[in-house]
């Protein structure tokens, strides 16, 4: 692995990392909260340490796919590093394992927070709270690509090792288009809500807040009460509809805009996605109103909506207790959490795709067992899934089994109880948000031990890269063949001791 050019990579994110903790300071500024110095110092931090990893490493050509492995998983560490500064610089959140822990959650689209009180947060801070989302929503890395071509690489590995999903639609001829694409779509939908939310009675800061949370899935609010606080069905319905669009393939919601409806109708994992919609709509709403049929079916349902449409999305929005339904619901709610969204989109979870995928070729084993010389494949609408897809998904899904287990073992080893435990870890395994018991729709992660906030952020952040980004770093092999970096200052010093006649530097002009 060419480190040199992963350091290089990784100094110019910070430094566009930097750029972004400006956003907020308008807000101080309007709000008069007092955050200036922390934003500005902290984007000073993330300019200088860029800069510093610019001067002391050279850039390398031909970087491949474990340079993209690493450059992913090292810049989200680091950018929830440098998100961490603005809370813990401030003081607002004392211990920096807690603004860590914000950060990643932000940044990786959880919305699980330590935060007992939202609202003591500064105007400023609950807006980067919000924006820390909105980046990771989609990717920082696609965006990077987007708009950065001084990277100077092709940015296909760090598409392929960023975007969710096990198969990428590619939109247009070059990396770089296709990231563009999604990101004007993802703009606009941002748009469209924040100007719905403002019709429907909501300022233009909790609109504007609340369509970054709405379009990243990712679930922070700037209300301890959440999408409760508000008390209306037009806001509920508004954050219903684009919760379940962000929940979409977003290369579907461009095919829609270019009027390609036939795609966007045909696509089997939309038609799986919207079934597991409305099924565990009616279940939860007929469960729930049988546990007291006293109560009002039509709230019964407008609650089961907006609760299915934030979880299956994996935004973490409530409205309701869920908690308090009865276990049959429950249960719903915990498949849910596992599902997810879409492939392509900004939600988390296993993804409905390879539910679906899985499930084909469960019946494909059944179909061989009564026909067993008849050849047979797979299909996803009309393409034929390849064998190593198949097999991509099969090893996805006993990680994912492997990593939930193993996580929850050192959770509950803290002292954490085992449905607290468990459900902490799926619901930041899936970037979800909130859980059962302890970590629930009312409560927060504030009081679990750090070992088990250590342990949730490492999976909100294998979750977000869908765990082998993450887990591949793991792996001795991956380290063997990596190069030690070499440093710009040694290279510097060795051209200037040398001969003239011998100089590197008009050597390098003579060969361009």
Known sequence: MRTSGVLNLLGKLLILLSLTLIGPI???????????????????????????LLLLFPPEEDLGYREGFAIVTLSWLAMALLGALPFYISGKIPAFVDCYFEAMSGFTTTGSTILVTVEVLPKSLLFWRSLTHW??????????IAIMPLLKVGGTQL?????????????????????RILWSV?????????????????????????AFATLA???????????????????????????????????????????????????????????????????????????????????NFRDAMFIVASLVTTTGFGTVDYEL?????LMVIIVLMFIGGCAGSTSGGIKDVRILLLFKYALLQLRRLVHP??????????????????????????????????ASFIVTATGVDIVTGTSAVIT???????????????????????????VLIICMLAGRLELYTVVVLLTPAFWRMARKPSLRTFSLYNRLSAPVSQSPVLKDNIHE
């Open 325 to 329: 339904w009865p276990p049959v619901c």
């Open 135 to 144: 980046l990771g929503g989609m990717g920082i890395i696609v965006l990077t």
């Open 373 to 406: 010389h008849q050849v047979q494949t797979i299909k996803l609408g009309a393409t034929r899934v390849p064998q190593e897809i198949l097999i991509a998904i099969l090893g996805f899904f006993a990680l994912y089994l492997v990593v939930f287990f193993l």
């Open 159 to 179: 598409f392929h090792a960023e975007m969710p999903g096990p198969t990428k639609d590619r939109l247009a001829p070059r990396i770089q288009g296709t990231a």
């Open 186 to 210: 993802y703009v606009f939908l941002t748009l469209i809500e924040m100007i719905l939310l403002m019709a429907g009675g909501v300022d233009f800061f909790d609109a504007l807040c609340h």
């Open 217 to 299: 899935t990712g679930g922070f609010s700037t209300h301890t009460a959440s999408i409760a606080y508000f008390d209306s069905a037009y806001v509920e319905g508004v954050i219903i509809v684009f919760m379940l669009l962000a929940g979409m393939n977003f290369t579907l919601h461009f095919h829609a805009f270019t009027g390609n409806f036939r795609t966007v109708i045909k696509n089997e994992e939309l038609r799986l996605y919207l079934a597991i919609v409305f099924l565990s709509t009616l279940i939860i709403t007929v469960a729930a109103t049988l546990a007291d049929p006293a109560y009002n079916i039509v709230k």
């Open 26 to 52: 308008p807000f101080s500024l309007y709000y008069d909260d007092g955050m200036l110095r922390s934003f500005v110092l902290s984007s000073l931090i993330g300019a200088g340490s860029g800069g510093l």
């Open 428 to 454: 930041t395994l899936s970037n979800v948000g909130p859980g059962f018991k302890v970590v629930g729709p009312t409560q927060n992660f504030s009081t679990l031990p750090e070992l088990a906030k250590i």
